[in-house]
């Protein structure tokens, strides 16, 4: 409820577009954040611009592993 929150504050202050950002298993909370905000608290003022998907590369060259990344930006409508 915390990230929902800030996003309607982001939001309510006068801004008309967002990014969303999370990476590993972040990625399934800003996913579910985005889908409450903008079906409970901006039904049908608030859209998705745009989805981004990649990877990182985290850590040494010995010890490297691939994190999953995404981007959702959003656009208020209304």
Do not use: C, P
């Amino acid at each position: 409820m915390a990230y929902a929150t800030a996003i309607m504050m982001h939001l309510q202050s006068g801004a008309k577009t967002l990014t969303v950002k999370a990476r590993g298993r972040a990625i399934s909370t800003a996913v579910d954040v985005v889908e409450v905000t903008r079906r409970r608290f901006f039904a049908g003022k608030l859209a998705i611009k745009e989805i981004s998907i990649g990877t990182q590369v985290l850590g040494d060259a010995g010890d490297s592993r691939n994190v999953s990344t995404i981007e959702i930006k959003l656009e208020k409508t209304g």
